[in-house]
């Protein structure tokens, strides 16, 4: 299994620009999750899944759109770029248990 | 609003050594905590977690301690080596069981440092 995995690995957008970071698990997992990390700081959550068809809002939501139309797949769209948006975001996963299992994350820098 | 937060933020320790990182939580409901370890450039990885009715659970060279009473939560890594070196974030479930799947709350993480 190849596990999570989050494309582009690195990206620079100018303000304004849209784009979408794409994540893919093949775990067959029924939670999915998005987080950014700012520099030196914990994990917020953005948006998650608990199965395909199903999305709700977590901690900081705002800029950002998800779609979950397969089981496999949760890309995070950016609409209207923005400088606060300059992170690293992670995708991660988990299953019947509680644990998340985490890709290797897409730095986004919005200039 | 209740938070899970860690005491330390950076940590050095002598290669050879037992490493403890600390962290409190405030979320006297939670009922699940992780330990991940992260390296540079790369993703939280799992290392350890423990359930609200344990109070110790122990992996390969890491030990997770729970105290309800005065809601601290620890990481032991015995016999520390240079490959431990990485940044160490606590997170508590914050709707365990629940329908909104398992939605984690993370610290603001401890770095780690060992020293050869």
């Known amino acids: 299994n190849a596990g999570v995995t989050q494309t582009p690995k690195f990206r620079i957008l100018k303000i304004g620009q849209s784009m979408t970071l794409q994540c893919t698990q093949d775990?067959?997992?029924?939670?999915m999750y998005w987080y950014r990390q700012d520099p030196g700081m914990g994990l917020k959550l953005i948006y998650y899944?608990?199965?395909?068809?199903?999305?709700d809002k977590g901690e900081v939501p705002n800029g950002y759109n998800v779609s979950r139309s397969t089981t496999e797949d949760f890309p995070l769209r950016l609409e209207l770029a923005a400088p606060s948006q300059t992170s690293v975001y992670f995708c991660a996963s988990s299953g019947n248990t509680d644990t998340q299992y985490f890709g290797p994350g897409t730095r986004l820098t919005v200039l | 609003g209740e938070s899970v937060g860690l005491h330390l933020p950076t940590l050095s320790v002598q290669e050879g050594d037992n490493s403890i990182i600390n962290c409190a939580y405030s979320?006297?409901?939670?009922?699940?905590f992780i330990w991940y370890k992260q390296e540079s450039g790369k993703g939280p990885q799992f290392i350890i977690d423990?359930?609200?009715?344990?109070d110790k659970r122990q992996g390969q060279r890491v030990t997770v301690l729970l105290n309800k009473t005065v809601k601290h939560l620890s990481l032991q890594i015995a016999a520390t080596q240079p490959g431990d070196s990485a940044v160490y974030f606590c997170a508590e479930n914050l709707s365990p069981g629940g329908n909104a799947g398992n939605m984690l709350t993370f610290g603001g993480g401890t770095r780690l440092m060992v020293k050869p």
């Open positions: 979320n006297s409901a939670s009922d699940y």
């Open positions: 423990i359930r609200s009715n344990m």
């Open positions: 775990m067959n997992h029924n939670y």
């Open positions: 899944s608990v199965g395909a068809g199903i999305t």
